[in-house]
Every structure is written in structure tokens, then in C-alpha cells.
């Protein structure tokens, strides 16, 4: 027992020592971690080594790294109306060798340019030079005792060169609705040879097939990250033009039924798109205001699945506004334009030459896919010579406004000017009235850098 104390005095006081010996050493700090418990009851704590404070560095305090905000992607879209290749047309665009319309479209190239994707209607055929190009409308026979009550001539049929494809394309046009009363001009071999030429021009087409499976290949556009479908549908064939043979009956031609555009809506979202456009032949010719048909078809268009409505074949323009409605729980708004009137023809109406050129504005973010803007620009076609000389050709006519006077972008004389300052006004009228969630498009938008 004294052998035990006496070797416990002695480590006392080597501990001591020890200890006086750190102090001795200076001011360095030391952090002492505590010793682990002795295992036994009898035995010693193990030594534990200090280590210095300056040696230890601090884990930084990390902030959590925060979602990142997804992209705010946007496209924009530009429609004109029927593009309608009547007799005179055709003969002031023969050269020498073919057919060259170039120049009919070379005023709307920087409108065309400024948007990601350009739709037209396409209202005709491309039957071939043997199938014969578009002949004047026949006129009705005066009556006679014989036949007191001459019935109407035909329809005016409508069949253009193929170089108008090409030309078309080279303009800015991207796509097109094939889908309209004018479809079966050529008949059924017409209708087909107009879809081949359009895409080989390298133009897209809505509302005509080649076949059942082509019918169901959707025409989806991706820009910007965006998938757009384009769905064309008429509610009016020619009872003059010739039927739809009974095999081709399902899918050449687009009606206007909730079967085909149902289809044709569930073929683009199966193909991932995700904003639809629907572009629609449908009311009467020559009214400037749409009538009860439309506004019924544009609900159930909308009702089916429709984003945007862009219609035609009134060959003057008709209003446009949008309509609030409710899809999968969320509200929507969806724009629509009743007519866009003609883009280019040779009908003799004064209203029958003013077009709209109309723009909607798509945008996709977290939020998902909407369309934010509709707006629009009066167009002007006229047969005419610009002052620094060319070809007396048909040409449409961008109207801008600028400093209280229409801009004389494409050098025409007063007549076309004040004739341009009209078709100005009855857009601004018919079109947008007293709305002010559509605007009309400034020079400075498609003439980017120009005040």
C-alpha cells in the first residue's frame, strides 16, 4: 500500500512539471480535447494530444444554392391572308423563259424577316402547266327569251406556276394553310401535286394530306425552344370544283368538322407541341364584320384545343379580339382574327385590296405557354410602277405611319399613297376599333435600329 502511494506522488509530480514546463514555453494557445473514459475502473485515461488553435480552420458556412429560374423562351408568328394568282397576275409575271413573281413580294420581305415563323393561306393550286393556269371568270349570259333566267357561270378556278412556290419561299414564307374552298380546283391529282410543290420549295403545309399517314403527321414548328402546331381546316368547298374521290375522302382535304380538327390537334401535342394555331376558311365573302358561324366555330375551336385562331376567306379584313376561357382548371386567353382579308390578288373591290399582316407573340416560362400580344399592319395591293422604274406588276404594300403620313417606302406616286393612308384607316377601324389589347405595328418594329 505505501509502494502504490509513493509511485502515485511520484507522477503527480511529473505531471506538475510538465505542466510548469508549457507555461515556460510562451503564449501559444493550445485547445485541449477531453479524454476518452477509462475502460476499466483500475486502469489509467490515455493520454490525449492538444493540438494549437492556428492549426484548425473552420468549415466556411455554405449558403444553399438556390434553384436556378428557368429561361423565359419567346417566339413570335406573322399571318397574311389569301394568296390568290389570278389571270393578269400570272401574265405580268412571264419572262422570257418561266415565271418570275419576285417582285410582287419584295415590299413585305423585312415584315416577314422580322418574325421566327410566317404563315400565309395559300388559296389555289399548283396543278401543272398541263392542267392549265387560272382562265378569267366566265361571265353570266344575258338573258333571252329563250332562256330568261341564265344561271351563274362557275366559280373562278385558280391554278398558278410553280415558280410561285419558290418565290414564296425566298419572300420568308414558312408555312401555309392548303386547307380552303379553292383546295380542289384541280381536283384530287391537283390537290396532291400543290402539296408536293409547296415542300419541295421548302414550304410547310396545314390542312391537305397525301395520305391517311400523312393526314396524322403533324405540321409542328419548334423556335426558340417553343413547339408550335399548325392546324389548317376549311368550312366551305366550290359546289362548282370537283368531289374529293371517296378513297382520299378522310384525309386530303381538312374540314371543318370536331372529328378532323380533333385529329389533327391530337396528332401536334402527341408530336410535343405545345402552343396550337388554327388556321380557318370560313363565313362570307365581302363582310367586313364576322358573322354568328364564326363566333360559334371559334368557341368550340377554342374548346377543342385551340391557342390562336387566324381565319380567312371573307377577302376583306374582319375584326379580331380575345377570348377568355378556361382549359385543364387555368384561365386562358386566346387571340383571334376573324378575316386577314386578301395578300395579294386581282380583285377589283377597294376593300377586296387591303390585308392585314397580323403578329401574335407566344412566350414559355414556368408558368407555361401563352400568348401575350396580337397586333397588326395594314397591307395595300396595288398593279402598279414604283418611280424608279421596274415591271407594272402586282405588289403588296406594308402601311406604316410616320409622322402623320404614310412612310413611301416602295417609291409609289400619290394615288397609291393616298390609297395606302385609306387602307390605314379601315384596319384601324374595323379591325381594332376602340381596343387597346391590340396595337398596331410601327415602322421602328420591323426596321430594327430606325426611329
Not at 392549265?132 to 327569251?145: D, F, K, L, M, S
Request: proline share 6%.
Amino acid at each position: 500500500m505505501v509502494k502504490r502511494s509513493f509511485i502515485i506522488i511520484i507522477i503527480a509530480a511529473l505531471v506538475l512539471a510538465a505542466a510548469t514546463a508549457g507555461c515556460a514555453a510562451g503564449p501559444q494557445e493550445y485547445v485541449t480535447v477531453p479524454a476518452p473514459m477509462a475502460t476499466q475502473a483500475n486502469e489509467a485515461a490515455a493520454p490525449v494530444e492538444s493540438t494549437p488553435m492556428s492549426t484548425l480552420t473552420a468549415e466556411p458556412t455554405s449558403e444553399p444554392t438556390p434553384e436556378p429560374t428557368p429561361a423565359v423562351q419567346e417566339a413570335t408568328v406573322g399571318f397574311v391572308g389569301d394568296i390568290l394568282m389570278m389571270t393578269r397576275q400570272i401574265a405580268d409575271a412571264k419572262t422570257e423563259t418561266d415565271y418570275d413573281f419576285t417582285e410582287s413580294f419584295l415590299p413585305m420581305k423585312s415584315v416577314f424577316e422580322s418574325v421566327d415563323i410566317m404563315c400565309a393561306d395559300f388559296e389555289g393550286t399548283l396543278g401543272g402547266e398541263e392542267a392549265g393556269y387560272t382562265q378569267p371568270r366566265e361571265t353570266i349570259a344575258p338573258a333571252t327569251e329563250e332562256n330568261p333566267n341564265p344561271t351563274n357561270p362557275p366559280m373562278q378556278s385558280f391554278s398558278a406556276p410553280d415558280e410561285l412556290a419558290k418565290n414564296l419561299f425566298d419572300a420568308g414564307i414558312d408555312a401555309v394553310t392548303t386547307a380552303n374552298n379553292h383546295a380542289m380546283d384541280r381536283d384530287d391529282a391537283g390537290l396532291f401535286r400543290t402539296i408536293n410543290v409547296l415542300r419541295a420549295a421548302g414550304i410547310k403545309n396545314a390542312g391537305t394530306a397525301l395520305s391517311m399517314e400523312d393526314f396524322l403527321t403533324p405540321c409542328v414548328i419548334e423556335k426558340n425552344g417553343i413547339k408550335i402546331g399548325l392546324v389548317g381546316a376549311t368550312q366551305i368547298l366550290n359546289g362548282t370544283a370537283p368531289k374529293i374521290d371517296a378513297e382520299n375522302r378522310d384525309f386530303a382535304l381538312t374540314r371543318l368538322t370536331e372529328e378532323m380538327v380533333k385529329s389533327q390537334i391530337s396528332a401536334c401535342t402527341g408530336a410535343g407541341a405545345e402552343f396550337i394555331i388554327i388556321m380557318v376558311h370560313w363565313g362570307y365573302e365581302h363582310q367586313s364584320t364576322e358573322d354568328e358561324s364564326q363566333r360559334r366555330f371559334a368557341a368550340k375551336l377554342i374548346d377543342w384545343g385551340a391557342d390562336a385562331i387566324i381565319g380567312a376567306h371573307s377577302h376583306c379584313p374582319q375584326p379580331m379580339e380575345w377570348i377568355d376561357a378556361e382549359r385543364d382548371g387555368r384561365a386562358i386567353s386566346v387571340p383571334v382574327v376573324y378575316s386577314l382579308g386578301n395578300f395579294i390578288s386581282n380583285m377589283s373591290q377597294e376593300y377586296a385590296k387591303i390585308g392585314v399582316f397580323a403578329r401574335i407573340s407566344i412566350t414559355k416560362d414556368e408558368g407555361g405557354v401563352r400568348c401575350e400580344e396580337l397586333a397588326c399592319l395594314p397591307l395595300y395591293c396595288c398593279r402598279a410602277v414604283p418611280a424608279d422604274g421596274g415591271r407594272e406588276i402586282h405588289r403588296t404594300l406594308p402601311c406604316f405611319i410616320e409622322n402623320g403620313a404614310v412612310a413611301n417606302d416602295a417609291g409609289m406616286d400619290e394615288s397609291v399613297l393616298r390609297a395606302m393612308q385609306k387602307a390605314y384607316d379601315h384596319v384601324a377601324a374595323v379591325c381594332i376599333g376602340e381596343r387597346e389589347d391590340i396595337h398596331m405595328i410601327e415602322r421602328s418594329e420591323i426596321y430594327a435600329g430606325e426611329a
